[in-house]
């Protein structure tokens, strides 16, 4: 398997700041996620990020909102951008290893 | 796109055994996973389907019918620490995101004893 840790894990904004939550991988990995889950709710793909190339957003969300970096194979980036309360949730990075995918901690996010 | 339906919450007695279904429908499927996820925490993995059949590990067993579109989580001899939701979630890969999972909203699953 592999360990993903993530930094910070926790912490509360004020609206229309930014902040840029980093994903740390103990092995070096193709495939990096983003992951959003709201109070009560479920996962939600955010975005893949692979290394060497753009990231991949899916549907309903934007790069100008969630600006992704992947600069090598074990560390990537998400930030959250211009803040508002919806955005408050729980951000998982996730790493596919062998055929396997595994989550982070996860960063939980109050914007006030 | 892809539609995964699972129970919202379902109850069991400590000792029992609980089955929690997933029904899933995806154009490009490639492999179903069974997460559980404690409040407060990040999920963890339990379990990978990719052919049909039954994977049996330890008290948890996993089930999978392709042509059905329809898959199982068995966990046995329940235990209190089994309180926790259990998430069903498929591979697709025609979705954009290429091997990225898409999660069903997950059944909470209470143990009483």
């Known amino acids: 398997s592999a360990v993903i840790s993530q930094k910070p894990s926790r912490d509360i904004c004020q609206r229309g700041t930014s902040l840029t939550i980093q994903c740390q991988v103990d092995?070096?990995?193709?495939?990096m996620f983003w992951y959003r889950q709201q109070p009560g709710q479920s996962l939600t793909l955010i975005a893949t990020?692979?290394?060497?190339?753009?990231?991949?957003?899916e549907s309903g969300f934007v790069i100008d909102k969630f600006p992704i970096s992947r600069p090598n194979l074990t560390f990537s980036t998400l930030t959250v951008s211009n803040m508002s309360p919806e955005d408050s949730s729980i951000y998982l990075c996730?790493?596919?290893?062998?055929?396997?995918?595994?989550f982070g901690p996860g960063t939980r996010l109050t914007v006030l | 796109g892809q539609n995964i339906d699972q129970p919202t919450e379902m109850t069991a007695t400590e000792g029992a055994i609980v089955q929690i279904n997933c029904t899933y429908q995806?154009?490009?499927?490639?492999?179903l996973f069974w997460y559980q996820q404690h409040a407060g925490e990040a999920p963890t993995f339990l379990s990978y389907?990719?052919?049909?059949g039954l994977e049996e590990k330890g008290r948890f067993s996993s089930f999978l019918s392709r042509s059905k579109g329809y898959s199982y989580l068995l966990l046995k001899e329940l235990q209190m620490k089994d309180s926790a939701s259990y998430l069903c979630?498929?591979?697709?890969?025609?979705?954009?995101?290429?091997?990225?999972?898409?999660f069903g909203k997950g059944t909470t699953l209470s143990v009483s004893s």
């Open positions: 996730s790493v596919q290893f062998t055929d396997t995918q595994y």
């Open positions: 995806t154009s490009g499927f490639n492999g």
């Open positions: 092995s070096q990995v193709t495939m």
């Open positions: 979630a498929v591979r697709d890969r025609t979705n954009q995101a290429g091997t990225a999972l898409i």
């Open positions: 990020a692979n290394q060497g190339s753009e990231a991949t957003y």
């Open positions: 389907n990719v052919l049909d």
